[in-house]
């Protein structure tokens, strides 16, 4: 993004602020300075994994279900049952400490608390695209041991002589009758949500200018992208170089992901100037936001800091929504793309004439249409002069792609929208399409 010239700042203050640009002198001596303002939106999802072990005293019905739920494969674990855990939760307990401490330790080592587990392992369940909040256990198979208990040797009873002297046959005291010892060992995944929102500036903030002003001027939210994924089988990590120098902060705030992470962000670009008032001469500040795309006036005063911005809310949406086509995945298709755009541009243009500042940023945003060259730039601009939707032909409303047809409705419906009442020639513009849709 190039930065913006003291003569294409003061173009447009006169332009935007024509009646604050009279009453001020801009101080061409305090340089422009620029600052990246970025405004993110956050989701993460972690999984922490609660490792839990259960020795039992456990009869040959429970053995029998706990040696199916390992099974035979080589996977280190296993999905098993609620089920299965409560039964081990209900048999009796098996303490004897030196029987079972070595392997205690061993688990402990082998799942550092969980950091250990592999995720490929695992099949865990998703909702809407999301990792579920609840997840079943998985055995830990190298640590579940199925034994004969070692006081009767699995014959659940032992001899034993009463006070009298005599010799009878009881219940094995230490797997009280049950003849096999069980051990559990297991975890289960505990997923976690976090959200958060903010919005940076790594250059610093600019005096008087509350990052809220920023907020305000986010007035489209697109589905944040998912740029960490790794669960169940799925491992990518495509963050955009732009987000990158604000990652760190982000997690600050939300932890990093080891399953999910999701952002939607936008850099606004703010200039800041310094002018006086005509009339008393002081020297304040003020800032020029976003001055490529719908820019906004923001002059900084004792507590009266306003935002100027005298375009047209379709004009606003439309010039914003071409800012973004570069980074849309849709639309690839140019001849839908050309379609979509002139759609746009009548829309704009059917609820009234175009002021010389909307047309000045309209042009703007088509001209960073990357994916236009320069001549279907110039063509499009000059639908701009138009005082009617007459420049549209019936191909206009002809999509390759029935996504893209829906996109540009979807837009077109939001921005006939925003001014408060639809004008006549806006809801034919959307009938038209709709009715090519439907065909
Ligand atoms: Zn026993």
Redesign the pocket.
Same mark, same amino acid.
């Given at each position: 993004m190039e930065n913006l010239t003291q003569g294409a700042l003061n173009e447009i203050i006169k332009q935007y602020a024509p009646k604050e640009y009279n009453s001020i002198i801009i101080d061409n001596a305090v340089a422009i300075k620029r600052y990246n303002y970025c405004y993110i939106e956050a989701f993460v999802q972690r999984i922490e994994y609660k490792t839990e072990r259960r020795s039992a005293?456990i009869d040959d019905n429970l053995a029998e279900n706990l040696r199916s739920a390992l099974g035979n494969d080589n996977k280190p674990y296993v999905k098993i049952s609620p089920e299965l855990v409560e039964q081990f939760d209900k048999a009796p307990r098996f303490t004897t400490e030196d029987f079972f401490s070595s392997t205690k330790k061993k688990m402990a080592e082998l799942m550092n608390g969980g950091r250990e587990v592999d995720h490929h392992h695992l099949e865990l369940a998703v909702e809407r695209n999301y990792i579920a909040n609840v997840q079943s256990p998985y055995a830990v198979k190298t640590d579940c041991s199925i034994e004969? *208990? !070692? &006081? *009767?040797? $699995? %014959? %659940?009873t032992?001899e034993s002589t009463d006070n009298q002297g005599n010799a009878t046959t009881i219940p *094995? !005291?230490? *797997? %009280? $009758? &049950? $003849?096999n010892?069980g051990t559990l060992a297991y975890f289960i995944p505990k997923v976690t949500d976090k959200k958060t929102s903010l919005t940076l500036c790594l250059e610093g903030e600019i005096d008087g200018f509350p990052p809220s002003a920023i907020k305000a001027l986010i007035d489209e939210k697109p589905l944040a992208k998912r740029m960490l994924a790794h669960y169940n089988s799925i491992d990518y990590e495509a963050f955009d170089e732009a987000l990158k120098p604000y990652l760190d902060i982000v997690r600050d705030k939300t932890g990093e992901g080891n399953a999910i992470e999701e952002y939607y962000y936008k850099i606004i670009p703010c200039h800041t100037f310094s002018y006086r008032n005509i009339l008393t001469g002081e020297l304040k500040k003020g800032v020029v936001v976003n001055p490529s795309d719908s820019p906004e006036i923001v002059f900084i005063g004792n507590g009266d800091t306003k935002l100027v911005n005298r375009m047209k809310d379709s004009a606003k949406l439309v010039s914003r929504f071409f800012g973004n086509i570069g980074r849309s995945s849709s639309l690839r298709n140019k001849q839908d793309l050309k379609h979509t755009v002139r759609l746009m541009i009548a829309t704009v243009v059917a609820d009234g004439i175009v002021s010389e500042e909307e047309k000045q940023s309209l042009t703007l945003a088509i001209r960073n249409i990357d994916e236009l060259t320069s001549k279907e730039q110039e063509e499009m601009t000059s639908l701009l002069s138009y005082e009617n939707t007459g420049f549209l032909t019936d191909d206009d409303y002809h999509f390759q792609d029935i996504a893209n047809a829906n996109e540009t409705l979807a837009r077109m419906q939001e921005i006939a929208n925003s001014d408060g009442l639809v004008h006549e020639t806006e809801r034919e513009l959307i009938e038209r399409l709709k009715l090519e849709i439907d065909a």
């Open positions: 005293a004969r *208990c !070692p &006081n *009767c040797e $699995g %014959k %659940k032992v *094995c !005291p230490k *797997c %009280k $009758g &049950n $003849g010892i």
